[in-house]
Antibody, heavy 122, light 113 residues
Framework: EVQLVESGGGLVKPGRSLRLSCTAS????????MSWFRQAPGKGLEWVGF??????????EYAASVKGRFTISRDDSKRIAYLQMNSLKTEDTAVYYC?????????????WGQGTLVTVSS | DIVMTQSPDSLAVSLGERATINCKSS????????????LAWYQQKPGQPPKLLIS???IRESGVPDRFSGSGSGTDFTLTISSLQAEDVAVYYC?????????FGQGTKLEIK
């Protein structure tokens, strides 16, 4: 059974940094692209970015709203995807989800974690 | 970026009746080389992550009840629930994966009338 568990969320002050982790099990982690999404309180879904598998160069793409501030990485030996968030803004407050892509990447998402809440506030 | 626009924003339907949600993309998400529409539908219930219902505009995920169906091509798509059940109360999102950034519609909140 595919499982994704996010961790690392919490309360952080504007301008500070936070790193989220997504620990995976139940599939060959290294074979898939991994994406991060977010959902601000009471709002819709926003794709944050993805990281391809090492077979496809492990390259990344990001939404314009986070490009230059957020970085996605992966450790295939630990089966973890990371979301490093720097220079956080109040508008980054959201539940952050990681998701396994259907492919590498395919762009649609069957498996999701339960999410971790990030609150950016002074 | 491709903008996805859903209608209506909210919808109330009686149990057993049909529910129809529309999704329009600002440009075609039909890839001509393979004749596939890069469009997915998700269901999200409160406090839960999204659940993939349909990919490629009309391919139902394994385990998704057959009362859910997707249709459309190019820029106009529809999610239909043929006979609404109480457990279908949720917010529904369309998402394009034709190009990055992947983008979602604003969501349609489906309730029981």
């Amino acid at each position: 059974e595919v499982q994704l568990v996010e961790s690392g969320g919490g309360l952080v002050k504007p301008g500070r940094s936070l790193r989220l982790s997504c620990t995976a099990s139940g599939f060959t982690f290294g074979d898939y692209a991994m994406s991060w999404f977010r959902q601000a309180p009471g709002k819709g879904l926003e794709w944050v970015g993805f990281i391809r598998s090492k077979a496809y160069g492990g390259t990344t793409e990001y939404a314009a709203s986070v490009k230059g501030r957020f970085t996605i990485s992966r450790d295939d030996s630990k089966r973890i995807a990371y979301l490093q968030m720097n220079s956080l803004k109040t508008e980054d407050t959201a539940v952050y989800y990681c998701s396994r892509d259907y492919g590498d990447p395919a762009g649609y998402f069957q498996h999701w974690g339960q999410g971790t809440l990030v609150t950016v506030s002074s | 970026d491709i903008v996805m626009t859903q209608s209506p924003d909210s919808l109330a339907v009686s149990l057993g009746e049909r529910a129809t949600i529309n999704c329009k993309s600002s440009q075609s998400v039909l890839y001509s080389s393979n004749n596939k529409n890069y469009l997915a539908w998700y269901q999200q219930k409160p406090g839960q992550p999204p659940k993939l219902l349909i990919s490629w505009a009309s391919i139902r995920e394994s385990g998704v009840p057959d009362r859910f169906s997707g249709s459309g091509s190019g820029t106009d798509f529809t999610l239909t629930i043929s006979s609404l059940q109480a457990e279908d109360v949720a917010v529904y999102y369309c998402q394009q994966y034709y190009s990055t950034p992947y983008t979602f519609g604003q969501g349609t909140k489906l309730e029981i009338k």
